[in-house]
């Protein structure tokens, strides 16, 4: 029997069951499955309404323009002369450090999304990769 469910599962992982999500890494697929849903969906984060509550970020109009090379308005981030994104480099990235923010003893703020469940591991590693690959308007 043990057999035979080990046969199974190898089965079912061949066929690609049970495998993990394909992290989105254009930025038209981040804009879709991240950004539109978790950040700029609602009136009192990221839209053109609550932009000035939530760091004057604002994500509805021209998501691209306002994270790419965009100057941050958290105060210590400022001092440090962080960007949004700075592309090729996710570890200096404004946006990655708030997705991968664990607590908001950094001075950074709080993690993002804010009010919403954190972001699946696989759509944080989609990001990084966009960013690290220049992070390209496509």
């Known amino acids: 029997m043990r057999l035979l469910s080990l046969s199974a599962a190898v089965?079912?992982?061949?066929l690609g069951c049970g495998s993990a999500p394909t992290p989105?890494?254009?930025?038209?697929?981040?804009?879709?499955?991240?950004?539109?849903p978790s950040c700029a969906a609602f009136s009192s984060c990221?839209?053109?309404?609550?932009?000035k509550s939530a760091g004057n970020l604002d994500l509805s109009a021209d998501p691209y323009t306002?994270?790419?090379n965009a100057m941050c308005d958290?105060?210590?981030?400022?001092?440090?002369?962080?960007?949004r994104v700075k592309p090729s480099d996710s570890a200096n990235s404004f946006l990655y450090m708030k997705l991968t923010l664990m607590?908001?003893?950094t001075g950074y703020g709080d993690p993002m999304p804010q009010s919403n469940l954190p972001l699946d591991d696989y759509l944080i590693q989609g990001v990084k990769t966009w960013?690290?690959?220049?992070?390209?308007?496509?």
């Open 24 to 36: 989105p890494t254009t930025f038209k697929d981040i804009n879709t499955q991240i950004l539109k």
């Open 131 to 138: 960013i690290d690959k220049g992070a390209p308007n496509d």
């Open 66 to 68: 306002a994270l790419v």
């Open 103 to 105: 607590g908001s003893k």
């Open 46 to 51: 990221h839209s053109a309404a609550g932009a």
């Open 11 to 14: 089965a079912l992982g061949a």
């Open 74 to 83: 958290n105060n210590k981030a400022k001092a440090e002369t962080r960007v």
